[in-house]
């Protein structure tokens, strides 16, 4: 069955980084657009970033932009998510999900089980 698992989150000092895997377990990254997405407690899951798995174009939503970098693995079969400058708005869970292209329109139901992340001093 095809999933996807989320990594790496923990709890970081306001202006650390962070990064964050995602792991295709069942079927191979390669040829798939992933996006990451996160949704803080009582808000609206927000989509980040997502890269195409045709061409490796990127998206970047405008709250991270120029923080965030996203990348794919192709022998690890993971997409990274690097997290630097972050701030205490920046706590969420993380999700990563299949994408349609370098879009946060989600297909299908490949969402994960997410990963926490906490920016706190």
């Known amino acids: 069955q095809a999933q996807l698992v989320e990594s790496g989150g923990g709890l970081v000092q306001p202006g650390g980084s962070l990064r964050l895997s995602c792991t295709a377990s069942g079927f191979t990254l390669e040829n798939y657009s992933i996006g990451w997405f996160r949704q803080a407690p009582g808000k609206k899951r927000e989509g980040l970033s997502a890269?195409?798995?045709?061409?490796?174009?990127?998206y970047y939503a405008d709250s991270v932009k120029g923080r965030f970098t996203i990348s794919k693995n192709k022998p690890e079969n993971r997409v990274y998510l690097q997290m630097n400058s972050l701030t205490p708005e920046d706590t969420a869970v993380y999700y990563c999900?299949?994408?349609?292209?370098?879009?946060?329109?989600?297909?299908?139901?490949?969402w994960g089980q997410g990963t926490q992340v906490t920016v706190s001093s």
């Open positions: 999900a299949i994408t349609i292209g370098a879009t946060m329109e989600v297909t299908g139901n490949s």
């Open positions: 890269i195409s798995g045709s061409d490796g174009t990127t």
